[in-house]
T-cell receptor, first 111, second 115 residues
Framework: ELKVEQNPLFLSMQEGKNYTIYCNYS?????LYWYRQDPGKSLESLFV?????AVKQEGRLMASLDTKARLSTLHITAAVHDLSATYFC???????????FGTGTLLAVQP | DAGVIQSPRHEVTEMGQEVTLRCKPI?????LFWYRQTMMRGLELLIY????????DSGMPEDRFSAKMPNASFSTLKIQPSEPRDSAVYFC?????????????FGPGTRLTVL
């Protein structure tokens, strides 16, 4: 059974600092998604990583995928308050067409 | 495109009542997913459909929950009878048909409170 783990579960950062969220998964997959959820809102797709070594960047967020290590990272550069949200990674569940979601990382950026 | 549409956005009901949640997927999307989100259990997949056919309902918590998709543009999730522990946010999501899992687009959710 595919398991997806994120760490940390909660991250409190100061504005201007850098940090990384980690997403580990238990079985082979070469397709990984990152989502953002603002408090009280729905999930919004951020990045789709479709192969080993894939890197996507938008603004202060950069996501990468290492399929050999079964690891994806979401790097935050010079955090700003607007990035405060919960970030989920999700892994392709294979032939089922399901996405297996991680537990989420609650990011709080303090002024 | 209007995105995934869910109704109602908020529902407050009393224990024992029937609750029906509705979802309209994005036009052209062949997969529809129902999720439940709570603080304690996180995001759980309840059931998903492909071309209106239920594919996997192993996440449905018990027989009180049922879901249907009578056509490509409409799905319902019904809880009968409802219980306080069913209080959660219920999301519907849809994705395109592909041989691999594709980006799922989520609706705004229905916040259900069972008193």
């Amino acid at each position: 059974e595919l398991k997806v783990e994120q760490n940390p579960l909660f991250l409190s950062m100061q504005e201007g600092k850098n940090y990384t969220i980690y997403c580990n998964y238990s079985t082979t997959s070469d397709r990984l998604y990152w989502y953002r959820q603002d408090p009280g809102k729905s999930l919004e797709s951020l990045f789709v990583l479709l192969s080993n070594g894939a890197v996507k960047q938008e603004g202060r967020l950069m996501a990468s995928l290492d399929t050999k290590a079964r690891l994806s990272t979401l790097h935050i550069t010079a955090a700003v308050h607007d990035l405060s949200a919960t970030y989920f990674c999700a892994v392709d569940g294979g032939a089922t067409n399901k996405l297996i979601f991680g537990t989420g990382t609650l990011l709080a950026v303090q002024p | 495109d209007a995105g995934v549409i869910q109704s109602p956005r908020h529902e407050v009901t009393e224990m024992g009542q029937e609750v029906t949640l509705r979802c309209k997927p994005i036009s052209g999307h062949d997969y529809l997913f129902w999720y439940r989100q709570t603080m304690m259990r996180g995001l759980e997949l309840l059931i998903y459909f492909n071309n209106n056919v239920p594919i996997d309902d192993s996440g449905m918590p018990e027989d009180r929950f049922s879901a249907k998709m009578p056509n490509a543009s409409f799905s319902t999730l019904k809880i009968q009878p409802s219980e306080p522990r069913d209080s959660a946010v219920y999301f519907c999501a849809s994705s395109r048909n592909s041989r691999r899992a594709d980006t799922q687009y989520f609706g705004p959710g229905t916040r259900l409170t069972v008193l």
